[in-house]
């Protein structure tokens, strides 16, 4: 797709997360901002208040992602992609000069879960819905096989109606599987043998898991309206069942963390990793296994950035840790050009946090109720706890700096350390993170 650009004459192009596109007419473009295009989309849509707070505009390409802020100006930003490029990612040249940004309509990461489940229109629904969907089947969110099958289980509801049992629905899901499920779950046999099979062979354990859970999927009651059908309740439903995953909504950024030392050379090297940020947390997600590394919520850290001409730009995260039974501070080294962003991210969304919850008080008192009926209890706030669930931390996977703090001097805890780096992060009260006090009996580095 065409930058922030013009079909014809004078029509901008907006992606939506389905991947139409809304093509708006405007005046001036080089000055249009940011806010006057997503009014005009909103229109366009015929979208309600909601979505001022829901959406936002971002500017989107496979080297870089950003959303705009509502006075950023799309036309000259895209313009300045290059140096963007330049500043913020590693690319190539050859790629940084053939790389365009679209201009896309997508969920707003400032946006708390908690309001999507009091959204009643169904078109926002479906576009927040689209947009999960999207994140999951290219595994952009990690997920677990029977997490992926029940959320597929609800695509195939709302594209293939209600479940009828029999070999015609078997056929359907098989056409289409991966429409339903990620790539990696849509594999089956190779070989002449089961080229010759063909529809005859068994359903995978993939896609028999995904008609298990789709004749299971519930029919909500009263979703029948004058004129039709009404998919707002699976709508909600997949996004109430991808709530679960701690890093639903966040912004995406790229970079490397140190592998840990391995075999007799004690070789590391350093392995490529996505760092997922959202208003609950910061994750750091392994790019080629797709799997969870770290996962941190805002109370359980300290961070800080460090850059400098000479030297790679680097993320710091600071977490409770544990070495041999002796408790640690234990540091992650981000690299990425992206680690000013990312601590600016994290920054504004501790702010955000801390204001909602001295509003919260007030917010409880007139939410409207869900209209899918009381929430179960972990929806408040969902932890999965399956073992070996790639959601949960893989710390034996990155290779961290342990430390205590030895009078005056940090030390490092055989790799020996303690009293905080960082003075950024999250002081409330009320969080878990806590500075390790040294003890006689750890053996000095």
Known sequence: PCPVSVAAAADVLVYLADDTVVPLAVENLPSVNAHELHRAVREVLQLPDIALEAFALWLVSPLLEVQLKPKHQPYKLGRQWPDLLLRFTDAPDDDVATDEPSLQFRRNVFFPKRRELQIHDEEVLRLLYEEAKGNVLAARYPCDAEDCEALGALVCRVQLGPYQPGQPTACAVREKLDSFLPAHLCK????????????????????????????????????????????????????????????????????????????????????????????????VIDSREKHVLLGLRFQELSWDHTSSSEEESVLWLEFDGDNEGTPVNRLLKIYSKQAELMSGLIEYCIELNQTSEFAAPQETVSSPPSAAGPLPPSAQRPRLRREDSVVCSRLQHLSTIDYVEEGEQIKRVKPKRTTSFFSRQLSMGQGTYTVVQPTDSLEQG
């Open 188 to 283: 089956r046999g190779h070989g002449l043998f089961a080229a010759l099979r063909g529809r005859g062979a068994k359903a995978g354990p993939g896609e028999q898991g995904l008609l298990n859970a789709y004749c299971q999927v519930k029919e909500a009651i009263g979703s029948d309206s004058e004129h039709g059908a009404s998919l707002s309740p699976h709508y909600r439903a997949y996004l109430l069942k991808s709530h679960e995953l701690p890093f639903y909504g966040c912004a995406f950024f790229h970079g490397e963390v140190d592998k840990p030392a391995q075999g007799f050379l004690h070789r590391g090297g350093r392995k490529p990793v996505v760092v997922a940020i959202s208003l609950e947390g910061v994750h």
